[in-house]
């Protein structure tokens, strides 16, 4: 049977989203994963992932070892983040919603933060770097004076149109996606042509240009940098997948997911051929502009815009959906334009005021070593569940409830907070991204940065080892149990509204702890 067949036709762009963060209704689920693969591609397909894409080179690698690195950072992040878009599916609602299967209804808050802090990392980008190149496009085109002022405009407007989308939701946000992705790949495509007179394939600065002195620090420094566009998608890939059917294959969501990601490639190389082309300039996006023939700078306004407005709307309405989930009296319209606003004004702030690389290098170092290890406990604990989760019980939370099969130990399953808080600790202690992170076991790998093994192994070896030690209650397993852990009998406590939740009451024998029960 077709899973779609009962589904309502989806909703017109036009009309405003409806739901925030309750389950989406089976008969509402009108999206498929080519809608997941369309939505990452045309969120990344900007100038923000274009700006990662450059700091390869900007840290000194030549062409190839710039290629390596950031094809290098695309696949690993694509691996870890593969898994983050089946629990849109089976839940109904988004990532840090149905993290509380694994952290608690409340212990979820963790999954809300970490998503407030990529969205703003990413929306800021999104309107820093697009605006700056419509400015740059309109200081060449039509001789305007660059000021700040100037530039204060551009990112108003930016940010007003990203927001008007956002409160509109995500089937306005899916056409402005549809439309990126098919025309921001043509324009960025075309710079083969516009730059194929001062493009070097052998551009290399020598080793005395290493950032950190040596080449595997470097390039390692790099791939994580790339990595990190990537894995700023797990906290939001199920704010789309929601919408996705439940029975859709698990392997079509996991290459939809990959496919997105390697397609992510173009906006990366393309930052990573024209930083080589301007390279030693001050201020890549001017410098840019100023490179372009006429009638690329004149498209470039067009990739700038287009951009800036989808990387923006991604990031932000995933947060606004998210932070009404946390304040359950905000509608996710007016979460949205709260978040916009406080994301604006951190905008104006951070690029008039702080280093743009500096701040940018050290918002994709905290997402990359504290989102890893939180994404890897969110799949391990999808693997043992078997992807069972129930809908009704993510929602207690939401819903000023109590109890639940995720309530566990007053709303926290400490066992995946356990797992989480060392490994992001240990993390952010080997890590190097100068100049604002850097830990002090940096140069415990002679300065090659570990922090991203570390944390993700840290929180693997400690999430099944604490499954082992303390067993998660056996009505949180589908019927035919977990996979590899044991489970500790019991029955799940009632959800009631307010007051505090009546405690599991134990049920027969505990099973054997070596029982492994598979599909």
């Known amino acids: 049977m077709n899973p779609s067949a009962s589904v309502r036709g989806a909703p017109k762009a036009t009309e405003i989203e409806r739901h925030g963060i309750d389950t989406i209704p089976d008969d509402e689920r009108h999206s498929g994963v080519f809608d997941l693969f369309r939505i990452q591609f045309g969120g990344a397909n900007t100038f923000a992932t274009v700006i990662l894409g450059t700091f390869p080179v900007l840290l000194g690698l030549s062409w190839w070892q710039a290629v390596a690195a950031t094809v290098t950072g695309v696949v690993v992040g694509a691996v870890i983040l593969m898994p983050m878009g089946l629990f849109g599916p089976r ?11 694994h952290f608690g209804v409340r212990g979820r808050i963790l999954g809300s933060f970490l998503s407030l802090l990529t969205a703003i990392a990413f929306y800021s980008i999104s309107v820093w770097v697009s605006g700056d190149a419509l400015v740059g496009a309109m200081v060449r085109i039509f001789g305007a004076s660059d000021s700040d002022l100037l530039r204060g405009l551009i990112y108003a407007v930016l940010g007003a149109a990203v927001i008007v989308v956002v409160v509109y939701g995500y089937q306005f946000m899916l056409q402005v996606n549809k439309v990126v992705v098919i025309g921001n790949t043509v324009l960025m495509l075309l710079a083969v042509v516009a730059y194929a007179n001062v493009f070097d394939a052998g551009y290399d600065p020598g080793p005395q240009a290493y950032a950190l002195g040596a080449f595997w620090p470097t390039f390692v420094l790099s791939a994580l940098i790339v990595m990190g566009n990537p894995i700023s998608f797990g906290a939001f890939l199920g704010d789309w997948s929601r919408y996705i059917p439940a029975a859709t294959p698990v392997r079509s969501l996991l290459l939809a997911t990959v496919f997105a990601q390697l397609a992510t490639l173009v906006p990366f190389l393309f930052g990573v051929a024209t930083a080589t082309v301007v390279a ?17 700078a004149i498209l470039l306004m067009v990739v700038a815009f287009l951009g800036g407005l989808s990387t923006g709307v991604t990031s932000l309405y995933g947060t606004g959906l998210d932070f009404s989930s946390v304040f359950p009296r905000f509608s996710r319209v007016q979460a949205s334009l709260f978040i916009g606003t406080f994301a604006f004004t951190f905008i104006l702030v951070g690029r008039l005021v702080f280093d743009l690389i500096a701040s940018v290098n050290a918002f994709v ?12 406990i969110m799949s391990i604990g999808f693997f043992l569940r078997r992807g069972y989760y129930r809908r009704d019980d ?17 709303g926290l399953n400490w066992r995946g907070l356990a797992a989480w808080i060392p490994s992001a600790i240990l993390g952010l202690l080997f890590a190097n991204y100068p100049p604002l992170i850097q830990g002090p076991f940096r140069h415990a790998a002679g300065g090659v940065d570990i922090s991203l093994p570390v944390a993700i192994g840290t929180a693997a070896v400690l999430y099944l080892l604490l499954q082992w030690l303390w067993p998660e209650p056996s009505y949180v397993y589908p019927a035919g149990g977990p996979r590899l852990v044991p489970a500790t009998p019991g029955q799940t406590p009632p959800a009631v509204q307010g007051g505090r939740a009546p405690a599991p009451v134990a049920a027969g024998p505990k099973p054997s702890a070596h029982t492994d029960i598979r599909e």
């Open 91 to 101: 839940t109904g609602t988004n990532n840090a919603v149905s993290s509380g299967a």
């Open 280 to 296: 030693g300039e001050a201020d890549y996006v001017f410098a840019l502009v100023e490179a372009s023939p006429l009638w690329y």
């Open 365 to 376: 170092g905290a997402i990359v070593i504290c989102t890893t290890p939180w994404m890897i």
């Open 394 to 410: 993510v929602q207690v939370f939401n819903r000023g409830q109590t109890g639940g099969a995720y309530w566990f130990s007053d």
